[in-house]
């Protein structure tokens, strides 16, 4: 099967034009080591949040210390 590594994690996306920085939770499919499709599409919860990657983003993310210990951050658009 094509996509039997794929699995379903958390990660981090920055939000932008907050006036500090805020990471915003996000589900995203692992496709690569390193390699996420962005998933979780904006709630009313979320709604006028601008964030540095969309729903629908390939991004690439690595690890990166935050309150709440070691997470994966996305840091750029993969190569696709």
Do not use: N
């Amino acid at each position: 099967m094509l996509f039997e590594s794929v699995q379903k994690e958390t990660i981090y996306i920055a939000v932008l034009d907050e006036g500090t920085l805020v990471w915003r939770p996000v589900s995203a499919l692992r496709v690569g080591p390193r390699t996420y499709v962005v998933l979780l599409k904006p709630s009313f919860e979320y709604e006028g949040e601008e964030w540095e990657f969309p729903p629908g983003s390939v991004v690439v993310c690595e690890k990166q210390k935050r309150s709440r210990g070691e997470v994966m951050t996305a840091v750029s658009h993969a190569e696709v």
